[in-house]
């Protein structure tokens, strides 16, 4: 069963004008790029707030020949100790990208994207533990959440009350050298280990800015999301964040008309129980290295 969700009419401008983007508070780096210059990238995080009201965080970390996951607590939101790090030698993948981290009621699970060595193959491998720091030890087990000819990363992965589920960015692999294009696609699971495709829930729109493709990259709890995406292959790693609306219809999302919301990628919208908003993304620095910023927008 898909879970219910309250159905967001058409958005209005005062809407979208409303909606946690970037750009409209002071922002600050959490963690700088390895190093300078293109292909030097921290970013694409997930954040969540542990039982202490501490933020967790995960992000990728890729430069110089090797990627990272790395896992951090902070009380602030801003200055973060790392609690441990996997790097793609550790986890036997030739890349990593976004991964997740779910509580669960025995422990924890970090949801990651693996790239397969020697294609252009992604797939999500779970690992599970009882503590954070005995992640560095568990054993990757991969998950089947692709479809035919279909690479598949960067999850958001929640649990609910009727189980668990899943967004994934999928790349189609049926075109040698278009392998960039990418769709979301929604999932169900009753473990979180066993998923269900539902299919795609946001997609590209031809002849606009997110002509090549739409990865979600959070959910807000009335279905809004943001996502991002680009007009051409040419635009690949230069995404930028759009906003997306339940249509009403099962899972579909719908993007909303006019230009893209901030020239950043993998935005996680993190809701604070004391109201307002503490945004995680990816920002593109002059020199092409890519840095984590974080931004905190109060209540309205």
């Given at each position: 069963?898909?879970p219910?969700?309250?159905?967001?009419?058409a958005m209005?401008?005062?809407d979208?004008?409303?909606?946690?983007?970037?750009?409209?508070?002071?922002?600050?780096?959490v963690?700088?790029?390895?190093?300078?210059?293109?292909?030097?990238?921290?970013?694409?995080?997930?954040?969540?707030?542990?039982?202490?009201?501490?933020?967790?965080l995960?992000?990728?970390?890729?430069g110089?020949?090797s990627d990272?996951v790395?896992?951090?607590r902070s009380?602030?939101?801003?200055?973060?100790?790392?609690?441990?790090?996997?790097?793609s030698?550790?986890?036997g993948?030739?890349?990593?990208?976004r991964?997740?981290?779910?509580r669960?009621t025995?422990?924890?699970?970090?949801?990651?994207?693996?790239a397969?060595?020697?294609?252009?193959?992604?797939?999500?491998g779970?690992?599970?533990?009882?503590?954070?720091?005995?992640?560095a030890?568990?054993?990757?087990r991969r998950?089947?959440?692709?479809?035919?000819?279909?690479?598949v990363k960067?999850?958001?992965?929640?649990?609910?009350?009727?189980?668990?589920?899943?967004w994934?960015c999928?790349?189609?692999?049926?075109v040698?050298?278009?392998?960039?294009?990418?769709s979301?696609?929604?999932?169900?699971?009753e473990?979180?280990?066993?998923?269900?495709?539902?299919?795609?829930?946001?997609?590209?729109?031809?002849?606009?800015?997110?002509?090549?493709?739409?990865?979600l990259?959070?959910?807000l709890?009335?279905?809004r999301?943001?996502?991002?995406?680009?007009a051409?292959?040419?635009?690949?790693?230069f995404e930028?964040?759009g906003i997306?609306?339940p249509t009403?219809n099962?899972?579909?999302?719908?993007?909303?008309?006019?230009?893209?919301?901030?020239?950043?990628?993998?935005?996680?919208?993190?809701?604070?129980?004391?109201?307002?908003?503490?945004?995680?993304?990816e920002?593109?620095r002059?020199?092409?290295?890519?840095?984590?910023r974080?931004?905190?927008?109060?209540?309205r």
């Amino acid at each position: 069963m898909l879970p219910r969700r309250t159905t967001v009419g058409a958005m209005t401008t005062t809407d979208k004008e409303a909606f946690p983007l970037p750009g409209r508070a002071r922002s600050q780096v959490v963690a700088p790029p390895p190093d300078d210059g293109p292909q030097r990238w921290t970013g694409a995080p997930t954040a969540l707030l542990d039982s202490d009201g501490a933020t967790l965080l995960t992000y990728r970390v890729r430069g110089g020949g090797s990627d990272s996951v790395v896992l951090a607590r902070s009380d602030d939101g801003e200055q973060f100790r790392t609690i441990l790090e996997l790097t793609s030698e550790d986890l036997g993948v030739a890349m990593v990208e976004r991964a997740a981290l779910v509580r669960t009621t025995t422990g924890w699970r970090l949801y990651n994207s693996c790239a397969e060595p020697g294609t252009k193959n992604w797939w999500i491998g779970l690992l599970e533990a009882p503590t954070l720091e005995r992640l560095a030890g568990a054993t990757l087990r991969r998950l089947e959440l692709a479809g035919p000819l279909e690479a598949v990363k960067d999850p958001i992965v929640r649990r609910t009350h009727e189980g668990w589920e899943a967004w994934v960015c999928c790349h189609p692999l049926d075109v040698p050298g278009a392998e960039d294009r990418m769709s979301t696609a929604y999932a169900t699971s009753e473990d979180g280990l066993t998923w269900r495709r539902h299919g795609t829930v946001l997609g590209a729109r031809p002849g606009r800015w997110d002509a090549r493709g739409a990865r979600l990259t959070s959910v807000l709890p009335d279905g809004r999301a943001a996502y991002d995406g680009r007009a051409t292959e040419e635009e690949n790693w230069f995404e930028r964040t759009g906003i997306a609306v339940p249509t009403g219809n099962g899972m579909q999302l719908r993007a909303v008309d006019g230009p893209p919301g901030a020239d950043v990628r993998y935005l996680d919208v993190l809701a604070l129980p004391t109201g307002g908003h503490r945004l995680y993304y990816e920002a593109r620095r002059l020199d092409g290295a890519h840095e984590l910023r974080t931004e905190l927008v109060p209540a309205r």
